[in-house]
């Protein structure tokens, strides 16, 4: 099969197109021909050899697929060869074809395209983990997306509204914000303007937000901690803007505030498909009538999957950045 492969830690340029074997599918696995896969911050960082990926996972690049099931390995049932699917991967999503564990295995919705269900996995999973089981946002709570133009942005600010919650977002894009808003924002802040905090506690009356919801990280953690409520949540999910913060306890102590911070890549199989479980059990309806939507900035062909890092490196997009694999 055709993979995309890191030649060596680097900038885009050094991603290459080769032919490499095609994986078997073992004990309760399925094996899938890849129509479209999405792109996720995470493949920057292992393109530059900062994030490998876990054990036993396919060395590419890759964290989210659609496709065809192609055949199934012993033990492996409720899946028929041609049924449409997508998953969350360690990795391998990069490539014609991949081997994934038929529990993790979701079912296309008929109306959404293998581009749009590439979209879902890594961006819808992460929101929900975070805000609902992580973060316990409840009906009737405020919370705030930073950087609400990114894939999991889109898609929280999607479930958060369709869950009761007030939303906030930002973004350092006027563009964006307009987006953000046309998904269901009640109140969008530009970022980049100065006094974020003070911005947002006067549009909730100074009491502050429930749960912030943060992809971006060291440079919004002053106005992270000024902005939350008391019994606050902060869920820490990127790193962009930095790891590094000086942090006065008492602020913690004193606000009763709760700082959560996961990652989703290296959680076990297991864990991982009983998250898609819960997720698909509750928000899989949504998607088939159109109250949930996988938010698709841009699609590139494999070959230009170069381009297609550049791009998503350049922030420029809303949403999701997706490769189409012929």
Not at 56 to 64: C, I, K, T
Not at 148 to 160: D, F, K, N, R, Y
């Amino acid at each position: 099969m055709i993979a995309v492969v890191v030649t060596e830690p680097g900038g885009p340029e050094k991603l290459a197109l080769k032919e490499v074997p095609d994986p078997e599918p073992g004990p309760g696995e399925l094996l899938v021909r890849v129509r479209a896969a999405a792109l996720n911050r995470a493949d920057l960082l292992q393109r530059r050899g900062l994030y490998p990926p876990p054990a036993g996972a396919p060395p590419y690049l890759g964290l989210e697929m659609a496709g065809e099931v192609l055949a199934a390995g012993p033990g492996a049932s409720g899946w028929q060869a041609g049924d449409r699917v997508f998953a969350l991967l360690g990795g391998g999503g990069y490539a014609e074809l991949v081997a994934i564990p038929a529990e993790t295995a979701l079912p296309i919705p008929p109306k959404l395209t293998f581009e749009e269900a590439a979209a879902i996995p890594e961006a819808f999973l992460t929101a929900y983990r975070n805000l609902f089981e992580l973060g316990g946002l409840q009906p009737g709570e405020t919370v705030l997306i930073q950087a609400g133009g990114s894939g999991v942005g889109t898609a929280a600010i999607q479930l958060a509204r369709l869950a009761g919650a007030r939303v906030l977002a930002t973004s350092r894009s006027p563009e964006k914000l307009a987006g953000c808003r046309a998904l269901g924002a009640e109140a969008v802040f530009n970022s980049r303007e100065p006094g974020l905090a003070g911005r947002v506690l006067a549009a909730t009356g100074g009491r502050g937000v429930d749960v912030i919801l943060e992809l971006v990280g060291a440079s919004f953690w002053e106005d992270d901690l000024a902005m939350l409520a008391p019994g606050g949540r902060l869920l820490l999910v990127g790193l962009v803007g930095g790891s590094r913060v000086s942090c006065d306890l008492g602020r913690l102590l004193n606000g009763n505030l709760h700082v959560i911070g996961s990652t989703l890549r290296h959680q076990s199989v297991p864990y991982k498909a009983g998250l898609a479980r819960r997720f698909w059990q509750q928000y899989g309806q949504a998607f088939e009538h159109g109250e949930l939507r996988p938010v698709v900035d841009s699609t590139f062909p494999l070959e230009a999957v170069a381009d297609a890092h550049r791009y998503l490196e350049s922030n420029r997009n809303f949403g999701k950045v997706v490769l189409r694999v012929p």
